[in-house]
């Protein structure tokens, strides 16, 4: 469905922009917050159960009926785009994988699909997409490389976040290639939100339990995730599309992968060096290659707030 547009204010390209950047990079940050004091699965649960259930209301009495099988593709994208998407990436923040790194990991989405599109869809990618591909791939090789000379986590928790974002991208080509069920974004959230919430109880009950720890840190991390990662960017991503161009919308979006790794190295002291901006640099500049000019949409750009799937 395409957004109405409409004339700007002259201060709204500066302000909306900057609210996009935080609140879009806000999720990786909140999931590692939150999980200093919780098992990242434990933030999860909590995570998508109170965001479903806020929405739940307005699912059942705004929008169309849902039928069974509009419910069984949303509850399979839920497995995909948010319980393993979601839930790898989670699992590298919380086994100390740079949040930066994660971030810029999860803006390789365009990438991965322009390499999937081509055998699965059939659609061949020009040497200009191809270049772009590699370059975003030598990027994260050059920060993943820096990254384990100067942190702690394990390789394997690499290997799980890219694969997170190639199951995103496969899913996304996938339905591409099948089709798509329209369905508003408040129920189709609310039944992805709800699906991963169960597969995330059953992980969290399997490491300890469902009881939130009764602290501060756990209660903010959970409230900042709900309210500021999950509804307040995506309110301000639907009004950028309503009054810029997705293309604008989108180069703005990649720029998370930069300031979630600034808000991490200033709350919880993760390192930062001249190999990761390089590294970021040529991802970035890859990403731009890849993408169509002008005619980028949210679902082949970048994901939202860690784990909120395009719809």
Known sequence: MTLPKHQPHRLA???MPAALVVSWSSGFVGIRY?????????????????????????ALMIGPRIGARALMWQMAFGVAMMFLYLGGFALAIGQRVPTGLVALISDLVP?????????ILGHRLTSRQWTGTALG???VLIVSLNSLSLGTAPAWAYIVTIASMMVFALVTVLQKRMGTIDMPIHQSLCIQCMTAAMLFAACAGWNGGLMPPLDGRFGFGIA?????????CYGVYYVSLRLHSAAQVSSVIYLSPPVTMLWAWLLFGEPLSAAMFLGLAVTLFGVWLTSPRGTVSKGETSLGPIGQPAD
């Open 111 to 119: 990438l991965a699909i322009a390499a999937l599109s081509q055998p």
């Open 224 to 232: 900042w995730l709900v309210l500021f990662s999950t509804f307040f």
């Open 34 to 58: 939150a999980s200093e004091s919780a098992d990242v699965m434990l933030v999860l649960f909590w995570r998508t159960l109170m965001s479903g259930l806020i929405l739940l209301p307005f």
């Open 13 to 15: 390209w500066p302000l």
């Open 137 to 139: 791939a030598l990027g």
